[in-house]
């Protein structure tokens, strides 16, 4: 396909890594041919020999194995294999569980293919064929089913004696779910629940959950509720959520007996309602089998193979080392938003904006993303969740009669497959989907795949515990972007669009930990993409047509990164490895409301948990043992109640520079400022309001100034507005001089920030390396400047800039203080201690400066802008990424 208007010009080639970017390549530089792999067709590939062979002599009579076989490496006829095996050799019954009805059958398939006895189970059990049913019963056939059917609160599939979990590495979602209640804000009953915690939900933080949808509010908040609150009106909310109907009450009674044990989070959306670890070890359909085989096509090293099944002591069969430089296939990636002269339009920001334009707006245009997916027929776009899949099809105008999903539950993306052209939208589904050969050669991914529910985000985004998610999301991108290479013959072209995921893959420590072939592939794409946008257009349909310039410019360049590349663990894998038994034992008690138990298992977790990285989690578990030993305690004197206070203080200590503890369980008697930096910034604002702004017309006129200098684009005025909201946030706040330094520097004496703002800059280009080099040092400097050794522990800097991609060299040299922030945010913490500080001269006066003192911490801590606030609210977005 030759873009119309190009056909004059040179084509471009893809040139060796590392060198400048060009729009071609000197043939001279060419190199030779990528050998070619061997197919295996028409017998088991040594890695399948090598892996039957390992679980036969070692793993027969394991109770719960996992077996490692990367996509396109033939797990399922693995998985099927010892499944016969079992069934006709031990003359078992044996079920194999898929994660959806879809890989089920295609799981069916195979089977017959192979000559292997099978039968589907799928759906409601009263619709099941009930001589199918009796084959499985009576050990002539392998039942084929959903993980549903096992995690029910009446599974017909309780008497298998062997269990296959294929994909186990998406298990967490469909496990936890059967144990997961989801209370969409639409419901009565999430306002009456809310209600019935009344007396221990702020209400400031009520009314920003219920107040209608405006530019300000913050659709991204999430809270967990108080452990003790929950277990203290149980009969409350058990009154509630028994009014549930259809699908979650259903949910509910898988939890009903165990309300007290479960985690409550809340946002604007919903209440979710789940235990951390799924309390499978009572759950009979599971626990009864004589073996539990795992199958993935990833197993990790950070141990969340066995948070998402609860189950401990799971022995590996891993990926044979050859597999790993072997591969699945070819994939071009393709970053547009690195490309020159490119319209970034569909970034999260742009594409929030379309899905809340009116119809009389005007539609942005899709740009070079739009004309990339062009390059195909037949596309498939991979997105986080269902509003912006939607949102995506719509900037790229595909047409109704076009646009294919996997929703339905009988035919599920055959429609697709078999149509000559079409859109296969897909949201939050990176596993269960195989578009081998000619099915689709053409994919977006867009944005990080974070949070699959409310606990992730909470995780992420509050507790800041990002190592824990580290291994989910990784595994998220890898098995997404092998939706359309399922073995070593496929190719597809795969684009990659939004900012958060650009910087995830940037990442030189996030590369090293996925396999070497893709390694070599993102690093391959990260490079070629950073040319103009004509020549990526055409660099693309070379890679999508596997022609002569991608074949002698292309794949000798990925075989010299492949053989180069090596694979490393995540940092404090091993760590939160070996902390999942502790974990797994933590909730089993819990569960069943062994208070004491569970919290003496939490205190284990939290004492093995030491590496500075983890703290944040460790910060979790602490909090976990001081609301158990609570509720085990009946006695305020007792030892469990001074463990709890204990735990209390150790889990605000690890939770330092975070406000989530703070919201739900402060300490005792504390003030709002228990924190020293807010101590010192709410002094410093009395300071302000008993001295330079005491009259009211001072403070109104300076607040407005400082309002419309944060609206400016120009550098000097935007400046000037950073400097009076240091003030107002009780800071020491001034513009340090000299060259390369920081727009703004707010310093309280226990936590510094600097601002450096690029309010001159529009959205379009990237966030280059010089500025970030420049910010990095910033608070060194400042450091240099009061002749001390260092800044204080915590300190940040910040970048305003409207841009939101970032030079995906710059990514890696970002300190850990170096955080990116939008111009909107830093206006919303200037509109909310405007607010604050209103609120603040409403107080009487004559009021004692004590008194006045508690005031003004409760007025700014329920405005969200103590100094621990305020730098959580502008530290949501690392440089460096999630």
Not at 465 to 482: M, N
Not at 786 to 795: G, I, K
Not at 832 to 847: M, N
Request: aromatic share 8%; proline share 6%; glycine share 6%.
């Amino acid at each position: 396909m030759t873009p119309i208007g190009r056909e004059d010009r040179a084509r471009p080639r893809f040139r060796p890594v590392g060198e400048p970017a060009t729009t071609s390549i000197d043939p001279e530089a060419m190199f030779g041919e990528l050998p070619r792999t061997p197919t295996g067709v028409g017998a088991l590939w040594s890695h399948q020999a090598d892996q039957l062979r390992t679980y036969s002599n070692d793993h027969r009579e394991t109770p719960d194995v996992a077996l490692e076989l990367p996509t396109g490496s033939g797990k399922t006829l693995v998985g099927l294999l010892i499944c016969e095996w079992r069934r006709r050799t031990l003359q078992q019954r044996v079920v194999y569980a898929c994660p959806t009805k879809q890989l089920a059958r295609q799981v069916l398939a195979k089977a017959k293919a192979q000559g292997i006895e099978a039968t589907l189970l799928i759906g409601s059990n009263r619709c099941w064929d009930q001589a199918e049913l009796g084959r499985y019963t009576r050990g002539e056939a392998i039942a084929i089913t959903t993980y549903s059917a096992i995690f029910n609160l009446n599974s017909h599939l309780a008497d298998a004696q062997t269990l296959m979990f294929d994909d186990a590495h998406a298990a967490e979602g469909y496990v936890a779910e059967a144990w997961a209640l989801t209370v969409d804000c639409k419901l009565d009953q999430y306002q009456q629940f809310l209600d019935a915690l009344a007396d221990w939900i702020e209400p400031t933080f009520v009314a920003r959950m219920v107040a209608p949808a405006s530019p300000a509010a913050d659709a991204s908040e999430v809270r967990l509720l108080p452990i003790g609150a929950i277990a203290r009106h149980a009969a409350d909310i058990d009154r509630v959520l028994a009014t549930l109907e259809n699908d979650p009450s259903y949910r509910f009674r898988m939890l009903r007996e165990s309300l007290s044990s479960c985690l409550f989070y809340v946002s604007r959306r919903e209440i979710y309602i789940r235990p951390m670890i799924p309390p499978t070890f009572q759950h009979h359909p599971f626990t009864t089998p004589t073996q539990r085989i795992y199958l993935s096509a990833t197993l990790g090293d950070a141990g969340e193979l066995e948070r998402a099944f609860g189950r401990t002591g799971i022995k590996r069969v891993p990926v044979p080392e050859a597999w790993d430089r072997t591969g699945s296939g070819r994939r071009f990636f393709v970053f547009p938003q690195l490309a020159s002269s490119s319209q970034r339009i569909a970034t999260k920001e742009n594409r929030n904006s379309l899905m809340e334009a009116s119809d009389d707006d005007a539609k942005p245009d899709a740009g070079l993303a739009g004309e990339l997916l062009n390059l195909a027929k037949k596309r498939l776009i991979l997105t986080p969740d269902s509003e912006s899949a939607k949102a995506m099809a719509d900037l790229f105008d595909v047409p109704e009669e076009d646009r294919y999903t996997a929703k339905d539950a009988e035919s599920g993306i055959e429609p697709f497959i078999e149509a000559v052209n079409g859109t296969l939208i897909a949201p939050n589904r990176y596993d269960g989907m195989d578009l081998a050969d000619d099915a689709c050669r053409m994919m977006m991914m867009s944005e990080l795949p974070t949070a699959s529910h409310l606990q992730d985000r909470f995780l992420g985004t509050k507790l800041r515990a990002v190592e824990i998610l580290q291994e989910r999301i990784r595994t998220r991108v890898l098995q997404g972007v092998g939706r359309c290479t399922r073995g070593p013959k496929d190719w597809a072209v795969v684009v990659v669009i939004g900012e958060d995921i650009l910087r995830f893959l940037s990442r030189t420590e996030v590369r090293k930990s996925l396999p070497v072939e893709l390694q070599a592939e993102i690093t391959f794409g990260l490079e070629q993409s950073q040319v103009g946008a004509d020549d990526l257009v055409y660099l693309a349909e070379s890679a999508l047509h596997q022609d002569e310039i991608w074949q002698q410019d292309a794949e000798p360049e990925l075989v010299k990164l492949r053989r180069a590349a090596k694979r490393e663990s995540q940092p404090h894998a091993a760590e939160l490895s070996a902390s999942t038994a502790r974990e797994v034992k933590a909730w089993t008690h819990a569960w069943q409301q062994e208070w004491d138990a569970a919290a003496s298992a939490a205190v284990e977790v939290f004492e093995h948990l030491t590496s500075p990285g983890v703290r944040p989690y460790r910060a979790l578990w602490a909090y976990f043992g001081s609301a158990w030993s609570a509720l085990a305690s009946a006695d305020p004197s007792s030892a469990a109640s001074e463990r709890s206070f204990r735990l209390l203080r150790e889990a605000h200590r690890d939770a330092t520079g975070t406000s989530w503890l703070k919201e739900i369980q402060p300490l005792p008697s504390a003030a709002h400022d228990i924190e020293p930096v807010d101590q010192e910034g709410v002094d410093g604002v009395l300071t302000l309001f008993q001295g330079p702004l005491r009259s009211a017309t001072r403070f109104e006129r300076q607040s407005s100034i400082m309002l419309a200098n944060l609206h400016q684009r120009g550098a000097t005025q935007y400046e000037q507005g950073l400097v009076e909201l240091g003030k107002l946030l009780g800071a020491e706040s001034f513009k340090p001089s000299g060259q390369g330094r920081a727009d703004a520097v707010w310093i309280w004496p226990s936590l510094w920030m600097t601002v450096e703002a690029k309010s001159e800059q529009t959205a379009e280009g990237m966030l280059s390396m010089d500025y970030v080099r420049q910010a990095n040092s910033q608070l060194a400097s400042v450091a240099a400047d009061r002749e001390v050794e260092r800044p204080p522990e915590a300190s940040i800097s910040v970048i305003v800039t409207p841009r939101s991609v970032v030079d995906p060299d710059a990514v890696p040299i970002a300190g850990g203080h170096l955080f990116r922030s939008m111009p909107k945010q830093l206006q919303d913490v200037a509109h909310d201690v405007i607010r604050a500080c209103t609120e603040l001269r409403s107080v009487g006066t004559g009021v004692s400066r004590e008194i006045l003192h508690i005031e003004c911490a409760r007025i700014f801590w329920e405005h969200r802008v103590l100094p621990t606030q305020v730098a959580e609210r502008l530290s949501a977005d690392p440089i460096r990424g999630v």
